[in-house]
Nanobody, 126 residues
Framework: QVQLAESGGGLVQAGDSLRLSCAAS????????MGWFRQAPGKEREFVAA???????FYVDSVKGRFTISRDNAKNTVYLLMNNLKPEDTAVYYC????????????????????WGQGTQVTVSA
């Protein structure tokens, strides 16, 4: 079993930065691809970013150049640094662990992840 716990969310103004953390317990994460997703009210859960075990990274177009995903294997933690936040970034942010047996190209698909955290709220005011 793996438990994922997100932290670092909050209420900020447009243009501010936040760093989200996703701490894992129960199992190490260093061999897994990890992802960040977000869900705004009334919308479907959306892929934000992913990082492979070899630190290859992927981003949805809307956050490229603003968000950075990283991992610290020694701390069993994954981060999402969010710069130049916009009101449209407002959502609950979730981290997730990608299934071992899944297509390497399925990183944007929520169904490719098997463990999820409870989420952390990010609210960006204009």
């Amino acid at each position: 079993q793996v438990q994922l716990a997100e932290s670092g969310g909050g209420l900020v103004q447009a243009g501010d930065s936040l760093r989200l953390s996703c701490a894992a317990s129960g199992r190490t994460l260093y061999t897994y691809t990890m992802g960040w997703f977000r869900q705004a009210p009334g919308k479907e859960r959306e892929f934000v970013a992913a990082i492979t075990a070899t630190a290859n990274t992927f981003y949805v177009d809307s956050v490229k150049g603003r968000f950075t995903i990283s991992r610290d294997n020694a701390k069993n933690t994954v981060y999402l640094l969010m710069n130049n936040l916009k009101p449209e970034d407002t959502a609950v942010y979730y981290c997730a662990r990608k299934k071992v047996i899944s297509s390497v190209h399925s990183y944007p698909e929520a169904g490719a992840y098997d463990y999820w955290g409870q989420g952390t709220q990010v609210t960006v005011s204009a």
